[in-house]
Structures are given as C-alpha cells and as structure tokens.
C-alpha cells in the first residue's frame, strides 16, 4: 500500500492478475517457500503484466493506422480520373455502349478507312486513347475535337461488337436485358438488340430488333433516340444470333385478331382490305414523309475542323 507504483499498477491491470490462473499458483507457491515476500511479488509480476498489455495496445495502434493508410490509398486511387472510354460509357445515355479495348483501337488493322470518314482523326484518335496534347484546346477546338472522338469510338465500337471479344461482352448486356425488352404483346418480354439500318454515319438512328417477332422498334427512352445507327451496324444481331444458337427463341405464333363485339371481321371488309392495300401500295403523298427521329442523320458529315485550320490545334504527344 505504501508503493505507488504497486498501488497504481494493481488497480489498473487487477483483472489481468485475477484471470491469470498460473500467476496465483506462482504466487502462493513463492510466499509459502518463502522465497518472496508479496509486496516485491506484486510489484515484478504486475510491472510484466503492464510490458505486454502496453505491447499489445502498441500493436493495435499500429494495425489501426495501417488500416487508415491503406483505406486512404483506396480512397486516393478512387478519385483518379476515369479513362475517356469509361467516361464515354459511362454517360447518360450510352448504356447500349460496351468499353473497347484499348489493344483493339491501337492496332492500325481494325481503324482502316476511318480515317477518310471521320474529320480530325488524328486528334479524334488522341482524345480517345488519352493522349494529353502539347498545348490546352480552346473550347471551341475542344467541342469539335470531342464531336470527332465520339464519330470515331462509334465506328470503332461498330467493328468491335462483331469481334469474338466485343460479342461477349454484347451477350452481357443482353442477358442482363440492358438494351430493353420488345414493345410487341406477343413477344411477352422479349429482350431486344440494337441495330442499325445503315452502317454510314449520320443516316438514321439506332433501331431495337426483335428475335422473336423478327421486327424493328424504336428504343423506349428519349435518350436513345439520338444515338447513331451506325455505331451498331447493320450485321451485329444477327451475328451474335448466329454465333450463340441458344440464345435464339422460339418464333412468335400469335398475331392480332381484330373484333367487333366479340366477332371476327370477315376478309371482305374494308378495314382488313385497307390494310393490305395500304401495306402494298402506300399513298404516294406519304413517299416524301422523312422521320424526325432520323432527319438530323441524313446531312452528309461536314468538317468539324477546316483543313486550313487544322493546323491551328496543337499536336498531340506521343
């Protein structure tokens, strides 16, 4: 009691003294022989017992703090800046989009004739594979340069959905049912695939066909009425269809019975006569009607850029 490094450390690590069994039965067994007196066995065995409980708060610490370093770092690595494809992809609007691999865009093979097609490749090409430019763009060449990237990573993106790699990925998407499902009653759900109706840029929008009812429809939402035909081509459903049988279902046998009060309208009548002839001689006054949807596509694609300006814009390290 008169100790105050006895008292202190007794009232601080009691417990530990009290569980520890084995440190009783030392205890008892020293005083009974006499080879300690209590106060000087209280004092070594408690001072030990303070050693390691410190250690062990020691190590804790340090685990705490490794684990604060490492989530930090997780944090950091977090907030770097995406790739411009992920960007790209990752847009509003874009969920038909898959990532292409940057292998594929880097090999001169898979971009032949993009180059006559797509205005300011170079620099278009620079954007998508992030390449930083010598100098800033203004914001005027930024948007144009930005245009040209998008065009360009659609063409690319077209020839990559038919290459074994980019079908898998579309095969995802599908499975997943991310491009929607068919507008048709009988198609009961049907998952959809985008296509195009014409591989030339800036001709018509993205179409939704149907392996069911074998049909095209517009997609549901707003935001993927805009989005270029062209970027999907014209062959990828049916290629996909093809190199993965099982995912091809089972044709659709139902088809609309119009009635009146539970009737069937006969053959004769006019309405189901309209139709036909409707379907195999539309009026001609209709010939001329153009799609809103698919107007803006039909100008030809103008240089984003004028060649006497290009040189204007800063060339891209490589």
Request: charged share 20%; proline share 6%; aromatic share 12%.
């Amino acid at each position: 009691n008169n100790s105050p490094l006895l008292s202190s450390l007794y009232q601080s690590h009691i417990p530990y003294f009290i569980c520890d069994h084995s440190l009783f039965v030392d205890f008892a067994f020293s005083i009974f022989l006499g080879l300690a007196s209590p106060q000087l066995f209280f004092t070594q065995q408690l001072y030990s017992t303070h050693i390691q409980h410190s250690y062990k708060m020691d190590k804790v610490k340090k685990d705490e703090g490794s684990d604060e370093s490492s989530d930090e770092e997780s944090l950091l690595s977090s907030e770097e800046e995406p790739s411009w494809i992920s960007w790209f992809c990752g847009l509003r609007g874009n969920e038909f989009f898959v990532e292409v691999d940057e292998e594929y865009i880097q090999d001169d093979f898979n971009l032949t004739g993009l180059s006559n097609i797509v205005p300011n490749y170079e620099f278009a090409l620079d954007m998508i594979l992030d390449v930083e430019p010598d100098e800033p763009y203004t914001e005027e060449q930024q948007e144009v340069v930005e245009s040209a990237a998008e065009m360009l990573y659609g063409l690319i993106h077209a020839r990559f959905i038919i290459s074994s790699s980019g079908l898998q990925d579309m095969m995802k998407k599908y499975k997943a049912v991310k491009f929607g499902r068919c507008q048709r009653v009988f198609c009961q759900g049907q998952p959809v695939l985008p296509v195009g109706q014409n591989d030339l840029p800036r001709t018509n929008t993205v179409k939704l066909f149907c392996p069911r009812c074998m049909d095209i429809y517009y997609p549901k939402y707003s935001r993927h009425c805009n989005i270029d035909g062209a970027y999907f081509g014209t062959s990828f459903p049916h290629l996909l269809l093809s190199t993965y049988p099982e995912l091809v279902p089972v044709r659709a046998g139902n088809n609309y019975v119009p009635r009146i009060y539970g009737f069937k309208i006969h053959r004769s009548s006019t309405i189901l006569n309209y139709n036909q002839l409707y379907n195999n001689n539309p009026p001609n006054n209709n010939n001329n009607i153009k799609d809103n949807k698919d107007e803006q596509f039909n100008d030809t694609s103008k240089q984003l850029i004028p060649s006497s300006s290009s040189s204007s814009i800063p060339k891209a390290k490589k």
